[in-house]
């Protein structure tokens, strides 16, 4: 056994003596730190994406057509013009009655003017021998009948505007825009066909209004309330946070599932989201409480198990193994071998040696955000002893 564990022991001085003479590797390091964790069970649901049959508002000829199946369109795009001669020629004939209207109606004021001239200048004759009792009563009649005669203009006059603004509407639906955001997936009307009210145009699926619909299983509901915010994780590993918006009181039978609607900003994501797109959410199934977490690119593992190169007072990276817990997003619980605060690789790491002298930012700082290039982080580092 002495003969084997000189050999060893040689070997142990040399590589660290080794390791003691090789140049700083560059590394990217991030921090241990402790925070409330909730355990979660992965559901996969999908998302829901709102889709609306855009439809004619007017009667009239498709004239020309804007959007094809497979456009992106803004809110407020042109999709289709009608043939809006008709409606032209209909809101002119609008204006005209409108004016006339309102020459009736400006008729009809000074008529009543008129008589009401006339009525007080037979009143003011009342104290006098030339006042005549039937022709007062024949001009307050008259000043009666004029004030009918103008709520009557006024009456036409303002039937006249709506008409007229009716008309005004119609042109402008001759003119389809796109009422939100979309994705055109259906187009049904096409150049010279006659389309009347109701009849549909395209079909636009609204890209700024997503969320998640997940079949929850029924013990897990006591863990979501409106609000309840948890992780949701697309194919590709892209991750964000989603939020509890509904829990429908609606229970199927057969799989003792709820149907819970989560809503999102997905815009933040930067990707093609498509509905019935699969995603998994990260259920809640217990309390919160509090761990020491490490970040899951910092953790290798060795004949020994999980272990992680933790920076010591000499930026010298010291390999630890550690026991690990349940993972949280993309860190690990430890169970045990790292408390807040420790510094760990968490790039460059596959290369390091025991007791290497390292390089690297303060977490947050210029090589974490940008990452080490990788031929520093990933290249063998020179072996002194070799040489």
Known sequence: MVKHAIPFLAVLFFAAAASAQQPPAKVVVDEVVSAPIVQSTPVLGRVVARDSVIASQVDGVVQSVHAVIGDR???????????????????VLRQSELEVARANSNAARADLNLRRQAFERIQNLRDSSAFSQAQFEDAAQEVRRAESLLNVSIARERSAEADLGVAQLDLQDATVQAPFDGVVIERMAHVGEYLRVGDPIVTLINTG???????????????????????????????????????????????????VRFSADLAELGLEIAGNQSVTLEIPIGAARDAVTVHKDAVTQGPAGSMVFVIGEENNAQPRPIMLGSAVGERFEVVDGLAPGDLVVVRGNERLRPGQTVAFDPPGGAEADAGVPADEADAPQEDSADS
């Open 73 to 91: 369109v803004e809110s407020g795009a042109v999709l289709i013009e009608l043939d809006s001669a008709r409606l032209q020629a209909d809101e």
């Open 209 to 259: 209004d997503l969320e998640f619909e997940a079949q929850v299983p029924a013990r897990r509901i006591l863990g979501l309330s409106d609000g309840t915010e948890l992780g949701a994780v697309f194919e590709n590993g892209s991750r964000t946070t989603a939020m509890v918006r509904a829990v429908l009181p609606i229970e199927n039978t057969s799989s003792r599932t709820r149907t």
